[in-house]
């Protein structure tokens, strides 16, 4: 059993050793930097024959043509049609509050007029072509794929396509479906940086799209950072995360907080589950609960690792010392498992997703809650917001000044311009403040 990193609110040191808890880099190696820089290069180059190439060389994909990378809009409706009724009923569920909740978040735009009967506002338009990146194989994410183009699809994205890496030519069939469900036009099975790489830059078979979302490994993370600027990405991600909160209370279950720890630390060796509690008590129950827990799971060795890399059990003194490292976490999840959540929500300025109340675990966040899952990490929740409906829009400005409205701001700039030094900008202005009404 792992032994997990304790932490006491109380110790000397006990900020040093939180901040030495949450250092975490994924894509800064230099090694990993120039291999994904040689594969971009080799995709701008050389295209579809790069890609084809890659794919065969790390997934060994059998495709001997770029065609057969493409897979068909008939071929995504038979893996939905096929689905068990249970399994379909639960992925259309899921689908259908995905939907509902993203249709909140669509912006209209604003216009308005000015004291000077000017007209001015802001127009919110939907981008022609996102790419989604979803990991592939046989134990690969059909949620991640709701999650990515659904949100594009509200926005009125024209066009959506999805990228999946297939090693070994293995798809899950749930990813297929998912695609149909979600409405994506374009389905294709390459993955890595390469993947990236074409949906930036384009080949011969691949149009090049506006903006790229969605998870990948160390390598997908890298390239997202890399082509950042010839096209928008939405995040870049780190491995997941999770902070529960808990007080000690009498019905407070040990075995309900050891698992949703666990649910985050099976996903990857370096993912972070942490534990805030005021109860010194709770803390060794839930440890305890940890252990065996992890006897009645698949993934142990992943969720051993993780807890021993990067899990902690943290004991503060009271709700005001927990607010606060929940704060300087900004965990990517966090779980406030109180009797009324609201009185410590209020204080929470930096988390990607707040799940309130003991009925509410990350997993169902992570499936059929309707919000998103794809969410800010390694802290960035203080700056960053989970993928919307605004991922997938860009906003101009409008300004319509009447003759007579100009005048008066059109001098303004005329004078603005000159203490600049920009004679032109001052010019431009004072043609229209000294024309003549007509």
Known sequence: ????TRLN???ENFASQLQNLLAFETVTDKALVATVDEIIAQVRTKGDAAVLALTQQFDKHPAKTMDELFIGADQLKSAFDALDDE???ALELSAARIFAFHEYQKESGFRFVDALGNTLGQKVTPLDRVGIYVPGGLASYPSSVLMNAIPAKVAGV?????VVPAPNGELNP???AAAHLAGVDTVITIGGAQAVAALAYGTDSIQAVDKITGPGNKYVAAAKRAVFGQVGIDMIAGPSEVLVYAEGQANDNADWIA???LSQAEHDTVAQAIFVTTSQAQLEAVTQAIDAALARLPKADIACQALLNRGALILVKDRTEAVAVINQVAPEHLELLL?????VEKDIRHAGAIFMGRYTPEAIGDYCAGSNHVLPTSGTARFSSPLGVYDFTKKSSLIYCTQAGSQTLA???DILAIQENLKAHALSARYRHQSKAN
């Open 158 to 162: 024209g066009d959506i396509t999805m």
């Open 87 to 89: 399994v379909k009923t």
């Open 1 to 4: 059993m792992p032994t997990i």
């Open 339 to 343: 009797d009324e959540p609201e009185l």
């Open 9 to 11: 609110s109380q110790d």
């Open 411 to 413: 001098k303004t700039a």
């Open 259 to 261: 698992m949703d720890l």
């Open 174 to 176: 749930l990813v297929l």
